[in-house]
C-alpha cells in the first residue's frame, strides 16, 4: 500500500499546486476569462480515477476539471497552457478552462450538460461490447437538472455501464446545499434501481476502495452505479467570488484536507522528494506555457 499512498499523495500534490499556481497567475494578470480550481476535492480525482484504463474507459467532467483531467492523462504541461491560451495547450487554446479533450476525456462547463453526453457514450461502449466503463463527475448543484434524472432512468432501463459520481462540496456556487437540495442524494439513484455508495470522508484510500468496488461491479454487471463521495472546496467557486464564512472553511480545511489526512503516513523523506519533483513540475510547466505562442495571435 506504500507505494499506492505515494503515487496518491504525489498526483494530489501535484493537482492542489496546480490549482494554486493558476489563481496565482490570474492574480498576476497571466491569465484571462475564468477557472475553477478543485482544491481540496483532490482525493475524489485520485482515488477514483485510478481504477480506470485511460485507453478503454471514459470520462465526463464538468467545469470544476483540473484535478479530473491530471489523475486521467497527467498532462500538467498541456493544461497550463490550455488555460493560458497557448498553441502548446490541450486543445491549442482554443478550450480554456471548462473544456477540456483529449483521448478518452471530456469536459463541458454547462452544468448538467454532460450527463445525457456521457449516458450516449455508455451506450455506444455497450454496443462495441468495448468493457468500458464511462464515468460522469457531477456536483451537488446538477441534482437540479431534470437531464440526470432522465439519464438515470435510461441508464437503468439499458443496463448502462456508467458511473455516476456525485461530488458533493456543499455549495453550488455559492448556495448551500441545505438551501437546494431536499431528501437523499443517493435516494434519487436508488429510485431508479441503481446500486449506490455514499462515504463522508476524505480519505483516499478510503475512497479508493470503495471506487474499486463499484468500478469492479460496472465491469462485471454492464450496469450502472452512483457514488456520492463527501468533499469540500477551500478555494472560491470561481477565481474570486465566495460569500462562504472563512471560519467554516478553515474548520473543514483543518479536519479534512485529503493531503493532509495521508501526509503523516509517508516517510518524511520521500514526502519531501514528491513535494520538492511537484514544485519543480508546476513552475516548469508555467514558464513553459508564458514561453508559447498565443493561440489566434498573429506572428510578425
Given at each position: 500500500?506504500?507505494?499506492?499512498?505515494?503515487?496518491?499523495?504525489?498526483?494530489?500534490?501535484?493537482?492542489?499546486?496546480?490549482?494554486?499556481?493558476?489563481?496565482?497567475?490570474?492574480?498576476?494578470?497571466?491569465?484571462?476569462?475564468?477557472?475553477?480550481t478543485c482544491i481540496?476535492?483532490?482525493?475524489?480525482?485520485?482515488?477514483?480515477?485510478?481504477?480506470?484504463?485511460?485507453?478503454?474507459?471514459?470520462?465526463?467532467?464538468?467545469?470544476?476539471?483540473?484535478?479530473?483531467?491530471?489523475?486521467?492523462?497527467?498532462?500538467?504541461?498541456?493544461?497550463?497552457?490550455?488555460?493560458?491560451?497557448?498553441?502548446?495547450?490541450?486543445?491549442?487554446?482554443?478550450?480554456?478552462?471548462?473544456?477540456?479533450?483529449?483521448?478518452?476525456?471530456?469536459?463541458?462547463?454547462?452544468?448538467?450538460?454532460?450527463?445525457?453526453?456521457?449516458?450516449?457514450?455508455?451506450?455506444?461502449?455497450?454496443?462495441?461490447?468495448?468493457?468500458?466503463?464511462?464515468?460522469?463527475?457531477?456536483?451537488?448543484?446538477?441534482?437540479?437538472?431534470?437531464?440526470?434524472?432522465?439519464?438515470?432512468?435510461?441508464?437503468?432501463?439499458?443496463?448502462?455501464?456508467?458511473?455516476?459520481?456525485?461530488?458533493?462540496?456543499?455549495?453550488?456556487?455559492?448556495?448551500?446545499?441545505?438551501?437546494?437540495?431536499?431528501?437523499?442524494?443517493?435516494?434519487?439513484?436508488?429510485?431508479?434501481?441503481?446500486?449506490?455508495?455514499?462515504?463522508?470522508?476524505?480519505?483516499?484510500?478510503?475512497?479508493?476502495?470503495?471506487?474499486?468496488?463499484?468500478?469492479?461491479?460496472?465491469?462485471?454487471?454492464?450496469?450502472?452505479?452512483?457514488?456520492?463521495?463527501?468533499?469540500?472546496?477551500?478555494?472560491?467557486?470561481?477565481?474570486?467570488?465566495?460569500?462562504?464564512?472563512?471560519?467554516?472553511?478553515?474548520?473543514?480545511?483543518?479536519?479534512?484536507?485529503?493531503?493532509?489526512?495521508?501526509?503523516?503516513?509517508?516517510?518524511?523523506?520521500?514526502?519531501?522528494?514528491?513535494?520538492?519533483?511537484?514544485?519543480?513540475?508546476?513552475?516548469?510547466?508555467?514558464?513553459?506555457?508564458?514561453?508559447?505562442?498565443?493561440?489566434g495571435a498573429v506572428?510578425?
Open positions: 500500500m506504500t507505494s499506492d499512498l505515494a503515487r496518491f499523495y504525489q498526483q494530489m500534490y501535484v493537482i492542489r499546486r496546480l490549482e494554486e499556481t493558476l489563481l496565482e497567475m490570474f492574480s498576476a494578470g497571466e491569465i484571462n476569462g475564468t477557472t475553477h481540496g476535492q483532490e482525493a475524489t480525482a485520485a482515488g477514483v480515477i485510478s481504477h480506470l484504463d485511460s485507453e478503454r474507459d471514459v470520462i465526463f467532467s464538468n467545469h470544476r476539471c483540473h484535478g479530473h483531467y491530471v489523475a486521467f492523462t497527467d498532462d500538467v504541461e498541456g493544461l497550463i497552457a490550455e488555460v493560458t491560451g497557448r498553441t502548446t495547450g490541450t486543445c491549442g487554446g482554443k478550450g480554456g478552462s471548462q473544456h477540456l479533450c483529449r483521448g478518452n476525456f471530456y469536459s463541458n462547463g454547462i452544468q448538467g450538460s454532460i450527463v445525457p453526453v456521457a449516458t450516449g457514450i455508455a451506450l455506444a461502449e455497450r454496443e462495441r461490447k468495448s468493457g468500458a466503463v464511462t464515468t460522469v463527475f457531477i456536483g451537488d448543484g446538477t441534482l437540479g437538472q431534470g437531464a440526470l434524472y432522465e439519464c438515470l432512468n435510461m441508464a437503468s432501463l439499458w443496463r448502462l455501464p456508467l458511473m455516476v459520481v456525485v461530488e458533493n462540496n456543499h455549495y453550488a456556487q455559492s448556495t448551500p446545499e441545505e438551501l437546494a437540495v431536499s431528501g437523499s442524494i443517493s435516494a434519487r439513484a436508488a429510485a431508479f434501481g441503481i446500486p449506490t455508495a455514499e462515504i463522508t470522508t476524505t480519505d483516499v484510500e478510503e475512497i479508493h476502495a470503495t471506487a474499486g468496488s463499484a468500478v469492479e461491479r460496472i465491469r462485471a454487471t454492464g450496469e450502472p452505479f452512483f457514488m456520492v463521495l463527501d468533499t469540500y472546496r477551500f478555494s472560491p467557486h470561481s477565481k474570486g467570488d465566495d460569500t462562504r464564512d472563512p471560519a467554516e472553511i478553515e474548520a473543514r480545511r483543518a479536519s479534512s484536507d485529503p493531503i493532509a489526512l495521508i501526509a503523516d503516513r509517508l516517510d518524511p523523506e520521500l514526502r519531501a522528494d514528491i513535494e520538492q519533483a511537484a514544485e519543480r513540475r508546476v513552475a516548469d510547466a508555467r514558464e513553459a506555457a508564458l514561453a508559447a505562442p498565443v493561440a506572428q510578425a
